[in-house]
Nanobody
Framework: QVQLVESGGGLVQAGDSLRLSCAGS????????MGWFRQAPGKEREFVAA????????AYADSVKGRFTISRDNAKNTMYLQIDSLKPEDTAVYYC??????????????????WGQGTQVTVSS
């Protein structure tokens, strides 16, 4: 199994940028396809972005395309989410997740095996 720890969240103003990190430990990080999800108060956890084990393919929710960039550095066992042009509606707890052994993209939370504890992103207007 793999343990995941997110960092990089904070309180920012609309239009600012943030880079979230997800550090993995335990079983080989490269074995897993990874994803970012977020959950705002009173809402369900929603898909944000995903990346394959090699980093060669990525996918994004329509609501974040053009502003969010997912990447990973397997040598550092770390995945990133660059968030530009932040909006108040981006306010949420952001979670990273890992999955293995399944074809296709992981667009829903139940397709993931391991989760981090989350990092809060708050965007003021």
């Amino acid at each position: 199994q793999v343990q995941l720890v997110e960092s990089g969240g904070g309180l920012v103003q609309a239009g600012d940028s943030l880079r979230l990190s997800c550090a993995g430990s335990g079983q080989s990080f490269i074995m897993y396809d990874m994803g970012w999800f977020r959950q705002a108060p009173g809402k369900e956890r929603e898909f944000v972005a995903a990346i394959t084990w090699s980093g060669g393919n990525t996918a994004y929710a329509d609501s974040v395309k053009g502003r969010f960039t997912i990447s990973r550095d397997n040598a550092k066992n770390t995945m990133y989410l660059q968030i530009d042009s932040l909006k108040p509606e981006d306010t949420a707890v952001y979670y990273c997740a890992a999955r293995s052994g399944r074809p296709g993209w992981g667009f829903i939370p139940s397709l993931y095996d391991y989760w981090g504890q989350g990092t809060q992103v708050t965007v003021s207007s």
